[in-house]
């Protein structure tokens, strides 16, 4: 049985050495399990974050701190 095929997040391409797949982080998912987040070792720090999950997490947080009395 084979391993799964893992996509790289900068160049969209297949990962086909197991050792330099790198993960990077993992994502929420609306519908099923978190979904890993893979990379090249050379584009691993090309990769960033997605700028609108923390903006959408920059909004929870400031609306759960103006609710908090404390």
Do not use: F, N, Y
């Not at 399990?33 to 720090?45: F, G, I, N, T």
């Amino acid at each position: 049985m084979t391993g799964a095929v893992h996509i790289c997040r900068a160049c969209d391409e297949p990962i086909a050495d197991p050792d330099d797949a790198v993960l990077l982080w993992r994502e929420e998912s609306m519908s099923g399990p978190p979904r890993s987040v893979w990379a090249h070792r050379k584009h691993a720090d090309l990769v960033q974050p997605d700028h609108d999950l923390l903006r959408i997490l920059a909004r929870v947080l400031i609306a759960k701190a103006a609710r908090d009395p404390s």
